[in-house]
């Protein structure tokens, strides 16, 4: 009986224990879906979707990445809110902080007649004591020193730039430069078109090739004086000796006015500053109406003065009429004189001094002079204009004279120093200059001597040609000229390389000189050189090559005495193909040598400055390619 029951109560002890076992799970699976369940809802409410909850018997597991240590620690503590903070196990990771970006380094300089400052932000590594002594040293003018220094290592380029900022200052007494790693802003005032030419020519030359060059220079309206017009009507058509107007309003309607009177072809009307009075336009305009009514003359303003001259043989009683008529309609303060001419005698010969001025430079002085001491005056005059190795006088001495004939004849012989070649003839009645120049405003310059030295009321005649070979500056070829001069050079021949070489080709040899001597007229260019290749080989060896080429071109250049400061040569490799690679003829055309301008960036929109927004534009340029043949593959 008793070893019956002993099995029974075994098994039923098993039983029990099997049954507490299963419980026991049960109550842990319970638990852990629970509290799994619990901890997402709470986490997913809280927007920390991207934290991993695991539970493993009473134990809740937080993995994922956490953005930042803020993050993490809230949903530890969101957790701990549902489960025991015991029974929580941190598994989580937080994203790397990203590196602090440096700064973006810029510098303003500013100069006036009070001083310079400069602002900005520059690289602790920059010598700021250097950089302020040497400006003090530099203008001789108070510096104000506004920058702040960061940390961090100089961009590329910031060295380049902030070293052509100091020497643009210099040249420039009134200006703004703003500094940008790689690039330069410069704003200034020139003191007249020929100022404003000089300082951008000198600035670009200047500029270190890579770096990006925005000049905006403005030159002033001239001031006028006197404030001259004089408007011809004769035989030769009509015509401006010269021409002032105060706005280009004005310019427009006495150029209109011009038109309508018969003066073909452009038209030249200087916009200066000095105008006697608002109604300049409209007197002028009314002037020139009256000289076409008439006929034939010349209308000739001298500030306020103003003489109607008209031709000789004009009708009396239409002169008058129009006269009359211009009288009442000019404005205040303008005052009118007119003159009509009486016919010359035919039988009395003509007393004239006569100055000529071959294309040589020699000068001659001939015909009538007043007395000794006049003729030494006017020698001497002469040879200080002209040199005195190449004056040569035969002027006799005749008395009777208008007592105004040394001013006529001084004047003359200074008006024929605006010329290149050319003759002055100096009567009774007149001064009567002819010739050519290269001065386009060589015409306009003469007339306001002639009003300024012999009056208003002067009669004179100027008859001046602009030839552009005479003209020192017409007659170079632009920039974007040479580029395409170097264009049709290359478009003729090919430059050739030794295969897989930097080394230029004796075949073309010939053309570097060709190029060369287009370069030696071009006077100051920014220019690029640059090396392509085509894609067969490695693209490392092939960017390597290129570079090696561009410098060979560069070296060749220099070998004939092209100056080359303001050149740069950089390669490009295979990136810039302008054909396909897959057939030989395309490779051919991608293997080439390409010279491109260095253009000036355009300025940035008025009112932001390189401290408020700079955008960050790439070189573009615009060229003529020449070609070149082999690659690393050759």
């Known amino acids: 009986m008793r070893n019956t029951r002993l099995p029974l109560i075994t098994a ?109 932000l520059i690289p602790e590594t920059t010598d700021r004591e250097a950089l302020i002594e040497g400006l003090t040293a530099m203008i001789d003018l108070p510096v104000t020193d506004l ?64 770096l990006r060059v925005s000049l905006n220079i403005t030159a002033p309206r001239p001031v006028i004086t006197p ?33 309508e009177a018969g003066l073909s072809g452009p038209g030249r009307c200087t916009v200066g500053m000095g105008v006697p009075s608002p109604a300049w336009a409209k007197a002028v305009t009314t002037a020139i109406d009256a ?34 008529e211009l009288e009442n309609a000019l404005p205040d303060v303008f005052a009118l004189n007119a003159v009509l001419p009486t016919p010359s005698d035919p039988d009395t010969g003509p007393s004239e001094f006569v100055a000529t001025l071959s294309p040589e430079g020699q000068v001659q002085l001939r015909g009538r002079i007043t007395d000794e001491k006049m003729r030494e005056v006017a020698d001497s005059f002469a040879r200080a204009r002209f040199g005195s190795e190449n004056v040569y006088t035969a002027a006799r001495i005749v008395p009777g004279l208008p007592g105004d004939w040394p001013a006529r004849v001084l004047t003359g012989i200074e008006a024929l120093g605006f010329l290149n070649n050319g003759a ?88 570097m000189d060709e190029i060369a001597g287009v370069l030696q007229e071009c006077g100051d260019l920014r220019l690029e050189v640059q090396g392509h290749t085509d894609s067969q080989g490695r693209e490392e060896m092939n960017l390597a090559l290129s570079q090696a080429r561009a410098e060979s071109v560069l070296n060749e250049l220099r070998a004939r005495r092209v100056l080359t400061g303001s050149f740069l040569a950089r390669g490009y490799g295979e990136a810039t193909p302008v054909a396909d690679n897959g057939t030989e003829e395309g490779r051919e055309a991608n293997r080439r040598i390409e010279f491109r301008l260095i253009q000036p960036e355009p300025s940035i929109p008025q009112g932001e400055s390189t401290l408020e927004s700079i955008a960050e534009n790439r070189d573009t340029g615009s060229g003529t390619g020449t070609e070149e043949q082999g690659d690393e593959q050759d």
Not at 20 to 35: P, Y
């Open 424 to 511: 002055v003839i100096v009567s009774a009645d007149s001064v009567q200059l002819s010739g050519a120049s290269g001065d386009p405003d060589a015409s306009d310059t003469i007339a306001r001597l002639m009003v300024s030295k012999l009056g208003q009321n002067a009669a004179f005649d100027i008859d001046v040609r602009y030839l552009e070979e005479l003209d020192p500056v017409a007659s170079l070829p632009t920039p974007e000229e040479c580029e395409a001069r170097i264009g049709e050079i290359v478009a003729a021949s090919k430059i050739n390389f030794e295969p897989g070489s930097a080394t230029i080709d004796a075949s073309a040899l010939s053309i």
């Open 227 to 259: 404030f001259a017009l004089r408007f011809v009507m004769d035989a030769e058509g009509a015509r401006f000796d010269t021409c002032s107007a105060d706005t280009e309003a004005s310019r427009t309607s006495i150029l209109n006015a011009a038109f």
């Open 147 to 210: 920058l702040e220094t960061a940390d961090y290592p100089a961009p590329s380029g910031w060295e380049d730039a902030l070293a052509y900022a100091i020497t643009a200052m210099e040249m420039l007494p009134r200006a703004k430069v703003s500094v940008d790693a790689g690039r330069v802003e410069i704003t200034a005032i020139a003191d007249s078109a020929e100022d404003k030419a000089d300082k951008e020519a000198r600035l670009t030359h200047a500029a270190p090739p890579a």
């Open 291 to 324: 000289l076409a009514r008439i006929g034939g003359g010349t209308v000739t303003f001298s500030n306020a003065d103003v003489t109607l001259a008209a031709a000789e043989g004009t009708d009396f009683d239409l002169f008058e009429q129009v006269v009359g």
């Open 12 to 120: 039923a002890f098993v039983v029990a224990a099997a049954l507490s076992l299963v419980a026991a799970n049960s109550s842990v699976k319970l638990v852990e879906e629970s509290s799994e369940i619990g901890v997402r809802e709470v986490l997913d409410l809280n927007a920390l979707t991207w934290a991993e909850v695991e539970a493993n018997g009473l134990q809740v597991v937080l993995a994922g990445t956490a953005p930042n240590e803020a993050l993490r620690f809230r949903a530890l503590s969101l957790t701990g809110s549902v489960v025991d903070a015991a029974r929580v196990i941190d598994e989580m990771d937080v994203a790397a902080v990203a590196a602090i970006e440096p700064p973006r380094f810029s510098a303003e300089v500013l100069r006036n007649t009070a001083g310079l400052s400069v602002i900005g």
